[in-house]
């Protein structure tokens, strides 16, 4: 029985420890997959649309850092993915893997017809995270479709001038 209740409060424990919190959104744009592409690509205009990600800077090629800006919080991660009109994928760490770590995604998928639908997801794991959830499924998620509003808006307007 000892065993037992050992078993069950090391588990909860570790459980409780390595939180994780997944983040999925996604939005349908009239635009191809590379007017959207373009858009949120050009990092330096993100300052002047992007509600979200206020500045994003850096080489973005697999295995660089870069430098993100969101809303106050600063960050270096790791791109992990970069492929043209399709995905950018990176991992951020705080101070050190494990404590609260987050792959985000930006995903754009061409249907077929002249749309697009893109998606914007982040997992986070780590110690810290679940502190962080009910915040993270709040405002991080308010964060993320405000963005991708902004982005459907531009690239349909862009879109309309080609």
Do not use: H, P, Q, V
């Given at each position: 029985m000892h065993k037992l209740i050992v078993t069950v409060f090391l588990t909860s424990l570790t459980m409780t420890i390595m939180a994780q919190k997944e983040i999925?959104?996604?939005i349908d744009i009239s635009a191809s997959p590379q007017v959207i592409w373009n858009v949120l690509t050009n990092f330096?205009?993100?300052?002047?649309?992007n509600p979200f990600l206020k500045s994003v800077e850096g080489d973005f090629k697999v295995g660089e850092k870069v430098k993100i800006n969101?809303?106050?919080?600063?960050?270096?991660p790791k791109v992990l993915a970069?492929?043209?009109?399709?995905?950018?994928?990176?991992?951020?760490?705080?101070?050190f893997k494990g404590l609260f770590d987050g792959e985000h995604k930006f995903i754009?998928?061409?249907n077929g017809d002249g749309t697009s639908t893109f998606k914007q997801e982040e997992k986070f794991s780590g110690i810290l995270v679940g502190l962080f959830k009910k915040k993270l499924e709040t405002e991080t998620k308010s964060g993320f479709e405000e963005m991708n509003k902004k982005l459907k808006e531009l690239a349909e307007n862009l879109k309309d001038e080609i």
């Open positions: 999925k959104t996604s330096t205009e993100y300052e002047k649309w969101a809303g106050g919080m600063k960050f270096r970069y492929n043209e009109n399709k995905e950018i994928r990176w991992l951020g760490k705080f101070i754009i998928i061409d």
